[in-house]
């Protein structure tokens, strides 16, 4: 706690000069695999390491009495509601348009104009065109440009189903304030609450154990790994996603049951993290794309060459 009477949670640090994951675990695949490896990569944090009565000192709470009214509304106006911030998005027909206007669908639609100035032509010289070749190109060519922007926009809709993953419903939790336990919606607990987890909850926060039961997580969401992991109160594994004494934002509980004080809220949990990894990734360029986009450059160049010179030639 600072001078002026805030509490604040040590923030999340990135360790650009960590150039091999510390945490070994089960392999996964694609996008998923870049944003595991990421987030062991930068996340650090050490409220799962200290000693616990430490930690209760540092957040200021008394494990068995919990957090005032005052703390509550103090930490919620610093750090905001217990939600992950959903990706931002473009409407529908800007999404549509930008994939009608990249790329390969250029040629094809500068190709389509071209066909219908011939086709209008054709009826301006001969007022009744002896063919409609230049039309039925014209059309397909549309065609073309059309189905691949859909298809595009199909996959670019199963990449923003993947993050709508991250999104969970509102619910309560048990949690202690005041002295006594009651039911609060998710979104409005914070760091340093004590809640109760049992089985079939959601965990609503990052949080360290402090008494457990028989306590099994799935955390299949997180990491991939599909058996139930166990959890106790003395694990001080130094990597937060290995170790067994912190259960995460977002995860279930398959079995038991458990107390604990949130450690993270919001954006700042593990699995706000990789929403946030998962976001910067669409901005990224993977070797496929590069393939293709340098396979579309040599494409249009080579075309409007070979227009440039039947244009002289003729």
Request: include cysteine.
């Amino acid at each position: 706690m600072d001078r002026s009477g805030e509490m604040k949670t040590p923030p999340l640090t990135v360790d650009n000069d960590s150039a091999e994951p510390r945490v070994k675990l089960r392999p996964r695949s694609g996008r998923n695999a870049f944003v595991l490896e990421q987030l062991r990569k930068e996340v650090h944090m050490d409220e799962h390491t200290i000693p616990i009565q430490d930690l209760f000192e540092r957040l200021e709470v008394d494990p068995s009495y919990g957090l005032t009214n005052d703390q509550v509304e103090r930490l919620l106006h610093l750090y905001g509601p217990n939600v992950i911030s959903p990706p931002r998005t473009l409407p529908f027909v800007l999404k549509f348009a930008k994939h009608l206007v990249q790329g390969f669908s250029l040629l094809l639609l500068a190709a389509s104009v071209l066909s219908f100035m011939a086709y209008a032509i054709q009826i301006y010289a001969d007022n009744i065109p002896d063919t409609e070749e230049n039309l039925y190109l014209a059309i397909i060519l549309i065609g073309i440009v059309l189905v691949t922007a859909m298809f595009t926009y199909y996959q670019e809709a199963k990449s923003e189903k993947f993050m709508k993953a991250f999104e969970v419903p509102i619910q309560k939790t048990v949690v202690l304030r005041g002295g006594m336990r009651r039911d609060i919606y998710v979104d409005r607990l914070v760091v340093g609450d004590i809640v109760d987890v049992k089985f079939g909850d959601m965990i609503p926060a990052d949080i360290r154990i402090i008494s457990c039961s028989g306590f099994k997580v799935d955390n299949s969401s997180l990491t991939g790994e599909s058996e139930p992991r166990p959890r106790y109160a003395d694990s001080e594994d130094p990597d937060p996603l290995e170790s067994k004494n912190v259960a995460f934002f977002a995860t279930y509980a398959v079995e038991g049951s458990c107390t604990g004080v949130i450690l993270r809220t919001g954006d700042r949990t593990m699995m706000g993290h990789i929403a946030q990894l998962t976001g910067t990734l669409d901005g990224e360029k993977t070797p496929l794309s590069s393939e293709i986009n340098h396979f579309v450059t040599f494409i249009t160049a080579f075309a409007v060459t070979i227009g440039v010179i039947f244009f002289v030639v003729a």
